[in-house]
């Protein structure tokens, strides 16, 4: 009985290790989707104050681009 439970020990740690030697590659596909899973989701949850961002930095830059073309140069 001791010999059967040492033998399925064995086993079950060489599939483990096999397991693990050949499943190197798909841990960078995991963690890239849920990388990217993750910055949709902040996209999302801010896309109206980026939005409010983007909207006062075109105004600002129009702004100054006007100013900048009305004054003559010293």
Do not use: C, H, W, Y
Request: glycine share 4%; aromatic share 4%.
């Amino acid at each position: 009985m001791n010999l059967l439970v040492l033998d399925a020990e064995f086993a079950v740690k060489r599939a483990l290790n096999k397991v693990f030697r050949e499943e190197n590659g798909e841990v960078n596909i995991i963690s890239t989707v849920v990388l990217i899973g993750i910055a949709v989701m902040l996209a999302t949850l801010f896309k109206d104050k980026a939005a409010e961002v983007l909207k006062e930095l075109m105004e600002t830059i129009k702004g100054q681009a006007k100013t900048a073309v009305t004054t003559p140069a010293k």
